[in-house]
């Protein structure tokens, strides 16, 4: 992201004076406060020298607050550039993996009229001593642990003032060893280590203003005793912090609604009372009619705001707006799979991991709005804070505001071991948990990441969250077990395996199924744009390992980075240089992803109930797990992800061939017109394939429309083949493949026997047809080989029946294959009467080697609420013929609309009616002319769509006003074809 970018985002959010008690940032985006740092092993002197007004800082380095000490270093010039090549690799750890001092110089606001001053401090990472005027104010220990310092007797009020703040850098190991702090800082399969492990004053700094009776923590908690009512309940507590008794008034005023709730309270010198409201003796606080609080796609995120006030005497000490949603999070296993209910609604989950929001800590502020906009607009429902790894609050709020449930955990990755300091620890529990409470958005807390926490942690997480939420949220101990289905997997797989039973994750319980998976995902190539902004050009062409720096490699393993080449390869032929690699490469990333959520959504309530890509966002320029890359171009994945997760959705089931409704919605519809067309490559439909139904769907369910007639005729491959086994107790292993229904094969009895099968060549080989004997398999795979020696799974079961298990699977190519099994279902031999190993799908007849399937799903009114496209190839892999389409000429015509500081490009896309095929793939983008740079971010509605001849595409470009630099745009739209 540009310096510029983020510096603009900066300001909106932390410059200024708060709406609510005077407040002022100490910020160094304000030209009026100044921040410098330095290693405490250059600095000689002590802190009553540093906090001397003008003490010399001119060989010290400008500080970014809130930011970290190595971001400094690089915003000064200091470093090259650490997204480029592999420059973060070269730095010289040893420069920053050390404390540092911070040192800044303040004036007090001339309006601060109340007896109070405190300094505030909202984190740092990961341990700080704080002074001022050369006194000791205290110790910031954990990234979460607030400071509120009452400076009133140390403050001058007219001069200036010195704060200086030693920071410390997190122990080693990181996990788990210096949590809590930023575990991936250590660096992880998706982004480098960041020297400092970004050590810093990390989060917000503040002068604020009161009297002598503050409030801590306000607390607001909705109960649904139906959804035509709420009961609210509010805790907080009030502090006096003067030499003497006095009587405090305590008034809440809730809007919309105006309801106001008061209660007065007698404090004693020095001290803190709890207050409470609820229903019983304030029946204000039961609400008719709420205005619920509601995940994407299932109501609106409709929020409250809560202002609170204190007064002494009549006068006002101190006010705070606490913003809340009313909501009731309900949750069960039936099943052994997890469910989540909101307002007595059940959600399915929708959603994406989220690691770092950016890997040196530079995402701030209202840069908060546009990630978290880009995951509501791909219609998610979730987002899973990793490790903790998002601690500012301006996520939360995005989050509330687009209604995005948060998967929140702590900062614990399934290591056996323990934080240096388990105090330090629990406290910034109980600290995370007050300070994010209020946020509807709040759904799960998490304790480990792939893992239990290690006592005591995980009863002290449980005991925190019964205590400091009151048990509203559910305690998942275990990202990835305990009713849910594993982690991963992490690379590209065709969209079939997604329907396949089952797209296994790593571990889980059950260990296999659709169920709730927290972690799934796939590689992610960026456009070339992107790819050439981080890459060197010598670089570019072959892949090399300076990819690898970028996570294409080893480094990401689990993204299967060689298997995501062969499948460009393979499905589209092979790339003549990087800028065809990265266009091919988008077809990838949208097909992969798009089945992804489709195979899930197609098993909605059978066992499926939720799942979380792995990842949505992108916190370095990489090519894995991201849906919008580092520089916010939307990728394929993007558009898969968008297209999938739309609220109501009509899918095809590449597997049955079945066309299906999915509705995640709170809404029942009626009277909908379900149609398919299959066309051709020249763009014409083919009459033959084309379907029409009316049908009902109801709310959070998926249904079926009717199946595709596409040919689902396979070939018996194994027919008169040699065959071989294990061993024999009856007839004879090729009794199993002469076709005959009166022979078979029997071993001896004894798991782990097998028998497999020589085809005589390799070839497509799509699944197999076992006729079991009365002996059969409870537990068994299918694998597949080149050369009888190295098996490869591509399918395994425990769950055999007996009677005939016929299987299909992705298709492989394969000239041997076998049937090994693990567990004995009957008391005597694997028997078998017919072993079948079938070919592919046969091509459909009238279908040009790759066809186009449109699926469109009109209202009673003949409105178009889903459409869906996919390329489908009578070779079930093979896409090339996408690359004799012929080129296609678009007709563009666009305008550009200003609005509020926004600006809309609206462009119509036309394919002639005389068109000699489609457009597809079509890609826009926009850029501005005065540098020729892409207008970015831009919320987009479609991209990566496909024309027909006589069809046109309506594309809306939204962005700021201010990205297009005082100049002009242009559009430029290449279909796949051109």
Request: with cysteine; aromatic share 12%; net charge negative.
């Amino acid at each position: 992201m540009s310096k510029r970018l983020v510096g603009l985002l900066l300001l909106a959010s932390a410059f200024g004076l708060s709406a609510q008690t005077k407040q002022v940032y100490l910020h160094s985006d304000d030209p009026a406060v100044v921040w410098k740092l330095k290693p405490q092993a250059e600095v000689k002197a002590d802190a009553d020298a540093l906090c001397t007004p003008g003490y010399n800082t001119s060989a010290w380095v400008d500080a970014v607050v809130p930011g970290t000490a190595f971001t400094a270093y690089v915003n000064a010039g200091l470093e090259k550039d650490p997204n480029f090549g592999d420059n973060i690799h070269q730095v010289d750890r040893a420069k920053y993996d050390r404390s540092f001092w911070y040192r800044t110089e303040f004036k007090v606001p001339a309006d601060f009229n109340k007896e109070l001053i405190w300094l505030n401090f909202n984190g740092v990472n990961r341990k700080a001593e704080v002074y001022l005027n050369g006194h000791q104010l205290g110790t910031l220990d954990g990234f979460m642990h607030r400071g509120r310092f009452n400076v009133t007797e140390i403050v001058k009020r007219k001069g200036k003032n010195v704060v200086a703040v030693l920071v410390h850098m997190p122990q080693t190991p990181l996990a788990n060893c210096g949590s809590p702090t930023y575990l991936s800082s250590g660096g992880w399969d998706w982004m480098p280590y960041v020297p400092g492990l970004n050590m810093g004053i990390t989060d917000k700094v503040y002068l604020s203003n009161t009297g002598k009776v503050t409030m801590i923590d306000p607390w607001i908690r909705s109960d649904l005793p139906s959804r035509a009512r709420a009961d609210l309940s509010v805790r907080l507590e009030v502090k006096n912090s003067g030499d003497n008794t006095v009587k405090a008034f305590v008034t809440g005023t809730i809007k919309p609604g105006d309801v106001t709730f008061s209660k007065e309270v007698e404090l004693g010198a020095n001290t803190t009372s709890i207050v409470s409201f609820d229903k019983r003796y304030y029946p204000q606080l039961m609400i008719d009619s709420p205005k619920l609080w509601w995940p994407n796609g299932y109501g609106e995120p409709n929020l409250y705001t809560c202002t609170f006030e204190v007064k002494v005497d009549g006068k006002v000490s101190e006010t705070k707006d606490v913003t809340f949603g009313i909501k009731k999070y309900t949750y069960d296993k039936e099943g052994n799979t997890f469910h989540v209910y909101i307002n007595n609604v059940p959600v399915f989950v929708k959603g994406a991991n989220w690691g770092m929001s950016e890997y040196m800590l530079r995402c701030r502020g209202a840069e908060y709005d546009t990630k978290v906009r880009f995951h509501k607009e791909m219609n998610f429902n979730m987002i899973r804070n990793w490790l903790g790894s998002v601690t500012d609050d301006e996520f939360y709020e995005a989050c509330d505001k687009y209604g995005i449930m948060v998967w929140d955990d702590f900062w614990i990755n399934s290591n056996p071991n323990l934080p240096y300091d388990l105090n330090v620890f629990n406290n910034n529990m109980m600290e995370k948990i007050k300070r994010v409470r209020n946020h509807p958005s709040i759904a799960v807390w998490c304790g480990d990441n792939e893992s239990n926490p290690q006592p005591p942690l995980e009863g002290w997480m449980a005991e925190n969250i019964k205590t400091f939420d009151g048990g509203d949220r559910y305690f998942q101990a275990n990202s990835h077990a305990n009713g849910l289905t594993g982690s991963g997997p992490w690379g590209a797989f065709e969209p079939r395996f997604y329907f396949t039973k089952y797209p296994d994750g790593l571990e889980g319980d059950p260990a296999r199924g659709w169920g709730f998976r927290t972690e799934i995902g796939t590689a992610v190539m960026t456009t070339f744009e992107s790819f050439r902004k981080f890459m060197p050009e010598e670089h570019w062409w072959p892949r090399d390992e300076m990819w690898d720096k970028h996570y294409f490699g080893p480094n990401a393993f689990n993204a299967a980075p060689d298997r995501y080449d062969a499948s460009i390869t393979r499905n589209f032929g092979k790339p003549a240089g990087i800028e065809d690699y990265c266009r091919k490469a988008q077809l990838i990333n949208l097909e992969s992803n798009k089945a992804m959520y489709e195979g899930w959504l197609d098993r909605m309530w059978e066992d499926a109930s939720g799942i979380m890509t792995w990842m949505g966002q992108s916190a370095y320029p990489s090519m894995v797990w991201q849906t919008y890359d580092y520089y916010y171009d939307l990728t394929g994945a993007y558009w898969g992800c968008k297209s999938a997760c739309e609220p109501v959705h009509i899918l095809w089931n590449p597997v049955t061939d079945g066309v299906k409704i999915a509705n995640t919605t709170a809404r029942d519809l009626e009277g909908l017109t379900a149609e398919v067309k299959v066309f051709n490559l020249d763009g014409k439909p083919v009459a033959a394939y084309t379907k029409l139904a009316k049908v009902n769907s109801p709310s959070n369910s998926t249904i079926q429309c009717f199946t595709i007639d596409f040919n689902k005729e396979r070939k018996n491959l194994s027919l008169g083949k040699p065959t071989y086994a294990s061993s024999t107790s009856y007839g004879q292993p090729s009794d199993a493949t002469d076709g005959k229904k009166d022979t078979r094969w029997a071993a001896s009895k004894a798991d782990n026997e097998w028998i497999y099968v020589d085809l005589g060549s390799v070839q497509p080989v799509g699944g197999v047809r076992l006729d079991w004997e009365a002996s059969f398999g409870k537990a068994y795979k299918i694998q597949v080989s080149d050369d009888a020696k190295n098996w490869k799974e591509v399918y395994k079961t425990d769950e055999g029946r007996g009677g005939v298990d016929e299987i299909t699977f992705p298709e492989v190519e394969a000239r041997y294959v076998r049937m090994f099994g693990i567990e004995l279902g009957w008391w005597f031999g694997y028997s078998l009467w017919s072993f079948d190993v079938l070919s592919g799908t046969q091509p459909s007849e009238g279908l040009s080697d790759v066809h186009f399937i449109r699926l469109t799903l009109k209202d009673q009114s003949g409105k178009v609420i889903s459409e869906n496209n996919y390329w489908r190839g009578n070779d079930r892999m093979d896409f090339t013929a996408l690359n004799t389409m012929p080129k296609a000429n678009l007709k563009v015509t666009s305008r550009l609309v200003k609005s509020n500081g926004k600006a809309e490009v609206q462009a119509m896309i036309t394919n002639p009616a005389s068109a000699k095929g489609a457009a597809f793939a079509v890609h826009v983008q926009a850029y501005r002319t005065s540098d020729g740079e892409r207008i970015l971010p831009a919320l987009m509605n479609d991209n990566y769509f496909t024309l027909m001849p006589g069809e046109k595409k309506h594309v809306n470009i939204t962005f700021d006003e201010e990205l297009l630099d005082g100049g002009s745009y242009k559009l430029e739209v290449t279909p796949y074809n051109n």
